[in-house]
DNA sequence: AATTAGCACTCTAAGCCCGAGAGTGCTAAT
DNA sequence: ATTAGCACTCTCGGGCTTAGAGTGCTAATT
């Protein structure tokens, strides 16, 4: 257990250290802490910290760094602090300029919470629980090359090109549409791969064709996320030797980021904080990530989240993760 | 004017340094080239290469370092080499692997380009030349909510939320669809701003929602394009201090990274290739840029290109953007 | 018992010197 | 025109030194 004093030294070091990035001298603590003692008291209590891991020493004789646990100690202690007002209302303003389109919506989110957070943000785009047919469309193009178009539940529009093995005229192909429009109206995949109902071997090779997008929409693991700020989070100094963000690289271009981060269990809209060491792949054990759920359970969901260094601005950028979940959340529900 | 041993020697320490990244000594070229000629007379043709501007050298006694004007000598002199059979199978063979879909192929081109070049690749999306209304769609989401897709010319589908001043059946919604894609069918932008006929308060909505939406099309500046490799290029040695690179991700990050790049002439389905300092914009004086347009030109371009530091293996990445580039051309003439 | 002044001690970072090695330029011989 | 030979230049790494930052400990103070 730790006495008050220890509690408000310790967060004043983590502050400091998340402000600056330099180990942080006990001086520098008896100056700007209320308390009124000199710095051998506050190095007395330094000595207890580091010795209950709440902090670490480069060497023997080196100022205060913040050890995973002190950090979790600091993230826990601002557990509860929200956006600031003014804030807010920066957010809710941003957001009602723009187009009335998720996508813009994403991007958008990503950008801003980069710029808040100084560091790299990825807002993934709404999962389906388990998409449902609303509507299709048929296209030719030219000869047998045939556009499918699959509206779903949720406005998500999904496009495939087919080949049937003979001509079809549009207007048949109109017909067509029309009817497996109707058939499939408000179904899952399961629902429409055992429909029973008499097809033609073409309306037989659409349903596939469909039973297919929708499997891949279903399947698809947080494709294409809108990332940001990726810039903020190398000028931190932690990146001046480049090698620390090469592996880092790779993972955001292979689109694997947040399958590799996800962690098990997230509460909703209510940002989860994973630092360094409590992530489970090592590529993070130097990083923290601040992450949270949006969307509404039953129909979609999707993760907005900050990556950085363990040195991350906590206080900052939990409140924000928050927020903007709940904002997407608010403006998602309008499309279900 | 260079002798032909003069020229012979310049293109070996341009291929030497590009292999290893290192100053290149006269012994090494001496033992390589198949001159036999001691080091002694590969050093008075290195002095001459040096007065004449075709080699740098990092002080008074180091060795050779290729200049721009080194490294153009080169690629002129490999101008004309076309990738060897064995690639060209294999390019072949893995894009008719692929489904039939326009980003799927794009994204491919991009991976396998930077895996070939080892260095960054961004490859955009045809932009059409202007776009042609093909076929809409509106589908009621909720009370007023609704969804229109757009089907361009070119399997481009576009889908965008509007709000109506009431609520509208689906069946009048399917109505209006079927007049407005009947009328606009084949047309541009403009034409069907122009377009006379009687239109209902609801329909004039939509033709302006559609006129916006076309318009932002011809508009796009390549937008999100597909992007790969980013991590070969960092591996690179001039890489090794992360400050060097930190500008040039968050032109990446902005999506602006092809607009900068993009020189003002470029010959079609012919890699161009823009070395250092003969880039317009001072943050590429120390990369190089091959790239090449594709598509159809009466139709729709969109470009591939690698970017990378100026020691860059471009006897091997001129070829296959020419490749990859004539494939993509091949493949796009089967949606137009 | 908690606090603190004082001081010795530790460790880092930067500067400096030095020598080894790499590679050239020049000169004089072929 | 070529080249052997050699002096010269420059870099790079190791080792040494010093200044400075900051601590831990001890003994005095409240």
């Known amino acids: ?176 549409a029309n009817k497996l429009s109707a058939a499939f109206s408000g179904l899952n995949r399961e629902q429409i791969a055992e429909k029973e109902s008499y097809l033609s071997p073409a309306e037989e090779q659409i349903r596939e064709i469909l039973s297919r997008m929708m499997q891949d929409e279903d399947e698809q693991e947080y494709e294409a996320p809108y990332l940001d700020g990726f810039h903020f989070m190398l000028s931190q100094p932690e990146f001046t030797r480049s090698d620390r963000m090469r592996s880092l690289m790779e993972l955001v271009e292979k689109r694997r980021l947040i399958k590799t981060i996800l962690p098990k269990e997230l509460e909703s809209q209510k940002a989860t904080v994973i630092i360094g060491m409590e992530n489970e792949d090592e590529t993070f054990h130097n990083y923290s990530i601040v992450i949270s759920k949006y969307g509404i359970s039953t129909e979609a969901v999707g993760t907005v989240c900050v990556l950085g260094p363990t040195r991350m601005p906590y206080g900052h950028t939990i409140p924000t993760v928050n927020y903007l979940s709940k904002i997407l959340s608010e403006l998602m529900s309008g499309l279900y």
Not at 148 to 165: N, S, W, Y
Not at 166 to 176: N, R
Request: charged share 20%.
């Open 1 to 176: 257990m730790l006495s008050t004093r220890a509690e408000t030294i310790l967060n004043l070091i983590v502050s400091r250290y998340i402000d600056q990035a330099v180990p942080v001298p006990s001086q520098d603590i008896a100056q700007e802490s209320a308390l009124g003692v000199s710095p051998a008291t506050i190095r007395n209590e330094m000595a207890r910290l580091e010795h209950e891991g709440y902090i670490l020493r480069a060497h023997h004789s080196a100022g205060s760094v913040p050890s995973d646990k002190g950090y979790r100690f600091h993230v826990e202690s601002l557990k509860d602090i929200s956006l600031s007002e003014s804030e807010q209302r920066f957010f809710s303003h941003v957001f009602h300029q723009v187009e009335r389109d998720l996508e813009k919506w994403l991007s958008l989110a990503a950008t801003l919470l980069a710029q808040q957070a100084q560091n790299m943000a990825v807002v993934t785009t709404p999962r389906p629980t388990g998409c449902r047919f609303k509507h299709m469309e048929l296209l030719s193009l030219q000869d047998t090359l045939t556009l499918v178009v699959l509206v779903l539940h949720g406005a998500k529009v999904k496009e495939q090109l087919i080949t049937f093995d003979e001509a079809i005229l549009q207007s048949s192909l109109t017909v067509i």
